[in-house]
């Protein structure tokens, strides 16, 4: 349930940057000129409201002759009560104002629209917000699943446009064989803690014969969460010949801020006292060429730093849209400004030998820098991804069409692991 937590709470910080007044649009859909041509020929929105209602929001038409881009129009009928809409949610397009995400009224009638353009196959979640309340598109049938305490209008609604890259690797498929997941403790004298885990062991696994492969996943609770699908990629990937069976360790975060960012005596904890605890309790290899460190966000982060750290563990490092960018002198909660170089482990790799690691870096076109900090994660990862090619690292990059809200990293979690565990 972590993930919808920190995506509703990604989603309900920019309210108050929005006009609270409709504004004149930028961008006219060829769907709304439509229908301006039959309001203005007397006709009413009720047949426009019948097929938004089919077709689903946002609604998407094609732009320009590259199929580069499309446009996507979120709608809402309004009442006597309306007042003012936003979209909010986890895409920004290049030159676009946070006022450009403001609805504007179509003449007199109860249609309220905005128009955005943006990348072709785009993968996000949003939220309507109106009169200052966000809730759900309900035009929209894809959602995320709402924690208990949160009701299902007020959880963010999930689009998925035409072309969007398939997920196949994430759906449960029947008749495919499962592993077994089951719940582990380990006291840890480094951290003066009793630690939860979950261990993932392959279908047939056992405890003799040929050792398997090896993958340390952070943030347990999110990725075991059904809307990850993270077992169930797994067992598609393994029964597909994909990875060799991989015996996956999902680590439980008490502080997952404190703990993944840049956190020398957390990440010795894993390295040191998990892996071989791992390697006492189960038949997994010692090589660290069939051993990944991975996680998303700071995940990612703490993923690049531990295999900075302990390449003699691990040899391979997945990051899903890591915290790249963290900067020296400035802690997970600060905000550093252009007077500060971000990319702190990019130095670090720049300056040190070369080590045998190889290396899985993604990020979002959403990802990129709209603050004037100097760089997000999708500056950072590129800088980061263009120092390890220079040193010679092995380096598989990939830029998806979404943002910073896992509906992408469900589906790029099993290119990360074809990448690094699959056949070369």
């Not at 450009?100 to 196959?121: C, E, F, H, I, N």
């Not at 482990?345 to 603050?371: C, H, N, Q």
Request: include cysteine.
């Amino acid at each position: 349930m972590k993930v919808v937590v920190l995506t509703v709470a990604l989603l309900f910080c920019p309210l108050l940057l929005f006009a609270q007044e409709p504004r004149t649009p930028g961008i006219i859909s060829p769907r709304i000129e439509a229908i301006r041509g039959q309001l203005n020929a007397g006709q009413t929105t009720d047949a426009f409201w019948d097929q938004a209602k089919r077709d689903g929001t946002p609604l998407v038409d094609p732009t320009g002759t590259d199929g580069k881009y499309q446009l996507a129009t979120f709608v809402w009928r309004g009442g006597a009560e309306t007042q003012n809409i936003a979209v909010i949610g986890s895409f920004s397009v290049p030159g676009f104002k946070r006022n450009d995400y403001v609805m504007a009224r179509l003449g007199a009638s109860d249609l309220w629209y905005v128009t955005v353009k943006v990348p072709a196959g785009a993968r996000f979640s949003y939220r309507l917000a109106v009169n200052g309340m966000p809730r759900a598109d309900p035009l929209n049938p894809l959602h995320i699943a709402c924690p208990p305490n949160i009701p299902a209008s007020s959880c963010p609604s999930r689009a998925e446009l035409p072309g969007a890259v398939s997920q196949r690797w994430a759906a449960n498929v029947p008749g495919t064989p499962e592993g077994k997941i089951e719940a582990r403790q380990i006291k840890s004298e480094l951290l003066q803690q009793d630690r939860s885990i979950s261990v993932y062991t392959p279908p047939a696994y056992r405890a003799g014969g040929s050792p398997y492969s090896l993958l340390v996943l952070f943030d347990a609770e999110i990725y075991l969460n059904a809307d990850r699908g993270m077992p169930a990629t797994l067992n598609n990937l393994i029964a597909a010949g994909k990875i060799p069976p991989t015996v996956t360790v999902f680590v439980n975060q008490l502080n997952r801020i404190e703990e993944l960012y840049l956190n020398a005596k957390f990440g010795d904890f894993v390295a040191n006292e998990l892996v071989p605890w791992v390697g006492a309790q189960y038949n997994v290899t010692k090589d660290p060429r069939q051993t990944v460190v991975g996680g998303f966000s700071v995940g990612g982060l703490a993923s690049v730093y531990l295999g900075l750290r302990h390449s003699d563990v691990f040899g391979n490092v997945l990051s899903n849209s890591g915290s790249l960018f963290a900067a020296p002198g400035y802690g997970p909660g600060d905000q550093p400004d252009t007077t500060t170089e971000p990319t702190i482990l990019a130095k670090e790799f720049l300056r040190r030998e070369r080590l045998p690691l190889k290396f899985y870096l993604d990020t979002g076109v959403f990802e990129a820098d709209s603050v004037g900090t100097g760089g997000r994660i999708l500056e950072a990862t590129r800088h980061l991804r263009d120092v390890l090619l220079a040193k010679g690292y092995p380096v598989h990059y990939q830029l998806f069409v979404g943002g910073h809200d896992g509906l992408s990293w469900r589906g790029t979690v099993a290119d990360g692991l074809i990448a690094l565990l699959g056949a070369n």
